[in-house]
């Protein structure tokens, strides 16, 4: 019956595997806290562990190819300090585990933000026109981010060198002959990080056509992103396109050449884009640094290109980082991708997610059957621990699970599996509690036993009064209640009834009567009245009765 029940839960647990949810990880788990501190090139990393059993094994990708690994590390607080090559972005991943194979993880980005720059011009934007022999401009450096003071390098008629006395973040300059020049400054922080901008100006001499004159930049760009259409652009340019969307005419702000270069260099490395998307991608949603991220993952994803990435973020499905989350996780992991953005909305966390996917991976089991036994109460700890403990017992892990899940504590488990045999399992025993059972198995010894004692006993009588043994038990399971004595005096009555004695007895009376000198009568007459049927205590009175006299004629 229990067997059968057993059966029945398990095959009732299958089928709940097909319509439970994923399960939401709300149990206890490791969580790290993460702070940094930055001072130019070098980052101060903190970090705290709470939660799991040290020791922990830590592993700090810095982002910048180096990283930092430790195990067997006891304290649950741990700084560093690090120095990044260069100023830029730099996305930082930690990952701890605790002895139990609990796993916590934290992931951000550090930005080493050096000056940045944007050159304007009054006029602006910068096409000027000869007058009285010169065309006079005036440059202004706008500076933000890095680290004051900032100093300021000037190159404005274009020759590669650095202009002679203009050091402050505004430049007067004047222009003497038509062409295109590209004005450029250099920003120097603090911290020695440094940034630069341009301009192109575009000095028309007015004996000249300069009705015609084009921005350098704008024909630039508009005859690149031409020459991608129809496959890369969804229209062909002109250099008075690019030059509406500079000045604002068609998304309604200025939008800089920068920008709109920047997105066709990036056509060249994002083959699924066109330069309109990325364009709007980087002037509505984020930035270059996300989008090259989303086209990495895509590149790491089998199923889903970067256009469905794309969509995710744009439709507020998704954020970059939640999609990260579910890359990394189905790359290590070897995860259904689609599975793991669904856990991760449904409130689970990075280091939560990598705990589940490594167990299931390290049993080798669909991720479903996990949410099962969520759903039923057990947490990711207690499964984790279930298959370990499998390993140290020999035993299957859901064995150990399914007793896991009736609030068995690991000793009464334990003990279970110990003493499970072909008769009794582990179940059985955890059923009846590994107390009684120990006390069933006491009492089926002394049961054995007993009835050896009583089998060797019965024997010896059939023997002796030459009946079967099956007579024997008969008196002494009924009418003798479980007395030999009794046993004794019935099979003595019935011998005296029948008027006969045995060969055996018959030897017997005779050797004792011949071995301490009496009568063989008077030895008849101690086995069947003092000894009641037993030799034994005919031999053991003759004896006794010698050595008294033995004794006696010593003393005369």
Known sequence: MVKAKKRIALLTGLLLILVLPIAVFAEDELTLSISTSVKCDQVDFSLEIFGGDAPYTVLIEFGDEESYQASELV???????????AQGEYEWNVTVEDRSGLLGESEGVISLDGPSVTLGSEPFPPLLTIESGEAAIRFTASVSAGTPPYSYAWDLDGNGIADEGLVGEMANFSYSEAGNYTAQVQVTDGCGF??????????????????????????????????????RAEQTYTCKDIFDIFEGAVFGYHVGFGRMWHAYQLTQR????????????????????????????????????????????TGG?????????????????????????????????????????????????????????????????????????????????????EAKSFDQSWGEIGQAFKLANDEYSAADILAMGAKEFRTMGREEDRTARAEERTERTAERLAGQFEVQIADVLAYYNGECAGSWGCVQKMLRDKAQ???????????????IASQYGYGEAEVWSVFESTCAGDWNCVRSHFRAISKDAQVKGKNK
């Open 75 to 85: 304290d649950p607080s741990l700084d560093l300090l690090h120095t990044y090559p």
């Open 194 to 231: 440094t940034a630069s901008d341009t301009l192109t100006v575009v000095v028309v001499d007015p004996e000249e056509d300069s009705e015609n004159a084009c921005h350098p930049t704008a024909l630039k760009i508009a005859e690149a992103v031409s020459s991608i259409f129809p496959d």
């Open 270 to 313: 994002i083959d699924e884009l066109t330069w309109e998307d990325i364009l709007d991608w980087h002037l509505n949603y984020s930035g270059w640094g996300a989008l090259l991220q989303l086209d990495r993952f895509a590149g790491l994803l089998e199923t889903h290109s970067i256009g469905d990435l794309l969509e995710l973020v």
């Open 317 to 401: 499905e998704q954020t970059v980082g939640e999609i990260r989350s579910a890359v990394r996780a189905t790359v290590r992991y070897d995860a259904d991708f689609e599975d793991a953005l669904a856990r991760i909305n449904a409130g689970a966390t990075n280091g939560k997610l990598g705990q589940f996917y490594k167990l299931a991976g390290e049993l080798e089991v669909d991720p479903a059957v996990l949410d099962a036994y969520l759903a039923d109460g057990l947490t990711l700890s207690e499964l984790s621990h279930a298959a370990k403990f499998a390993d140290r017992m020999n035993a299957g892990w859901t064995d150990i699970v």
């Open 497 to 511: 009834t029948q008027g006969a004695t045995t060969d055996r007895d018959e030897r017997s009376a005779a050797k």
